[in-house]
Nanobody, 123 residues
Framework: QVQLVESGGGLVQAGGSLRLSCAASGLPFSSYTMAWFRQAPGMEREFVAAINWNGRATNHADSVKGRFTISRDFPKNSVFLQMNSLKPEDTAVYYC????????????????WGQGTQVTVSS
């Protein structure tokens, strides 16, 4: 059974930092693209960042480039999202996702999802 378990969310002031973690189990971690999406209230789930199967290619949404960085740790079967210079508009539930194909930005391409972790940025 595939499980993706996110952690690290919380409440932070604008300009602050958070590091999200996602622990994966039940799948061949080194064969999967891993990604982060987010969903704010009343909004569609949107792409944030993705990292390919070997960790050598990444893709970040324009809205987070220069502020967020995705990375992965193969021995720990984990993927991370370092979020710096947070803004109130970054407030959302952040989801970890896995896909066996490329580092796409379309949520429909992703096969497995975590339950999400809430990030709230106060102004």
């Amino acid at each position: 059974q595939v499980q993706l378990v996110e952690s690290g969310g919380g409440l932070v002031q604008a300009g602050g930092s958070l590091r999200l973690s996602c622990a994966a189990s039940g799948l061949p971690f080194s064969s999967y693209t891993m990604a982060w999406f987010r969903q704010a209230p009343g909004m569609e789930r949107e792409f944030v960042a993705a990292i390919n199967w070997n960790g050598r290619a990444t893709n970040h949404a324009d809205s987070v480039k220069g502020r967020f960085t995705i990375s992965r740790d193969f021995p720990k079967n984990s993927v991370f999202l370092q979020m710096n210079s947070l803004k109130p508009e970054d407030t959302a539930v952040y989801y970890c996702a896995a896909d066996r194909r490329g580092i796409g930005t379309d949520r429909l391409e992703y096969d497995y999802w975590g339950q999400g972790t809430q990030v709230t940025v106060s102004s």
